[in-house]
């Protein structure tokens, strides 16, 4: 009979724990490769959602430097080249500092589990920021809009309402995109949670400075009962009367929107209930169901 000393099973023993050890070594170094490829992922993402928000709000001064009097849509335009190059770069980058030489076959390998996560969450992130981008872009054409109506002498003297048809500035692309968006269960929802970036109060505020400019546009919109209580308000009233001027003073419909007089305005709660629900396109008739006088 054979006889097996404890110094001949240690060595199978020793090699055996020796790979479980590996095995499991390099299971853990998988799981963690990929759980840093994702947070990594998710970094460049919001880089490049950082990056495109900017450009949304520093678009129409960048489109400036190369054309006269950009349209509000090249705002949209710069943020999704921003946002898209900074993500991409980033990764680029940062997949060449941490691979800097790997093979096609370890290119091609799926995260799995990770990567599927993370693919998830671009997506979502990708289409929330390109609904922000379109409700920005909106409003930033409804600033533009009003501004026209209110410069437009035949649509404000205009007696009925075929004439005021036949007068009425046309409506932008994306103001009619913000408005389906609102007027569906999905942009409703969306839109609870996008004030970060698409603050109706401040919005509204940029509006009605716009309307003040016109004695008929702001008699107009004061047959409204929601706007009458909303300009009459004391923080409201004393920024249009007194500093409407430094308003006006804004060329770029972007900095209108994001200048530190309606940002200070619109922090106190009562201002922001008073002016988030507001429709200052309806109230002086340039879209559809016009108000009735005395509402």
């Given at each position: 009979m054979l006889a097996i000393s404890i110094s001949d099973m240690m060595t199978p023993a020793l090699i055996g724990g020796v790979v479980i050890v590996f095995i499991i070594a390099?299971?853990?170094?998988?799981f963690l490769k990929g759980l840093a490829r994702m947070a990594l992922g998710l970094i460049f993402l919001?880089?490049?959602?950082?990056?495109?928000?900017?450009?949304?709000?520093?678009?129409?001064?960048?489109?400036?430097?190369?054309?006269?009097?950009?349209?509000?849509?090249m705002s949209g335009v710069v943020a999704v080249i921003l946002g898209l190059a900074t993500f991409f770069v980033a990764r680029a980058l940062f997949g060449v500092i941490l691979n800097p030489v790997s093979s096609r076959e370890d290119q091609s390998k799926s995260l799995g589990a990770p990567g599927g996560i993370l693919g998830l969450l671009m997506g979502a992130a990708f289409a929330w920021f390109c609904l922000s981008g379109v409700r920005y872009v909106g409003t930033i054409s409804e600033l533009v809009w009003i501004r026209e109506a209110v410069n437009n002498k035949a649509w404000l003297n205009a007696s009925s309402a075929e004439?005021?048809?036949?007068?009425?500035?046309?409506?932008?692309?994306?103001?009619?995109?913000?408005r389906e968006l609102d007027a569906h269960a999905v942009?409703?929802?969306?839109?609870?949670?996008?004030?970060?970036?698409?603050?109706?109060?401040?919005?509204?505020?940029?509006?009605?400075?716009i309307l003040f400019e016109s004695e008929q546009a702001w008699t107009r919109a004061r047959l409204t009962r929601a706007v009458r209580e909303a300009s009459d308000q004391e923080q409201?009233?004393?920024?249009?009367?007194?500093?409407?001027?430094?308003?006006?003073?804004?060329?770029?419909?972007?900095?209108?929107?994001?200048?530190?007089?309606?940002?200070?305005?619109?922090?106190?709660d009562e201002v922001q209930e008073l002016l988030a629900g507001l429709d200052i396109e309806k109230a002086i008739g340039l879209v559809a169901n016009e108000p009735e006088e005395g509402e």
């Open positions: 390099f299971v853990i170094t998988g919001a880089a490049g959602m950082a990056a495109g928000q900017w450009g949304l709000w520093k678009g129409s001064s960048i489109a400036g430097t190369f054309v006269d009097k950009p349209d509000p849509w004439n005021k048809s036949a007068t009425r500035p046309a409506q932008p692309l994306f103001s009619r995109l913000k942009g409703q929802w969306h839109g609870k949670y996008d004030d970060f970036l698409n603050s109706r109060a401040h919005a509204s505020l940029a509006k009605l400075s409201i009233s004393k920024l249009l009367e007194n500093q409407n001027n430094e308003l006006r003073a804004f060329q770029d419909y972007s900095q209108l929107l994001h200048s530190n007089l309606i940002k200070e305005t619109c922090r106190s």
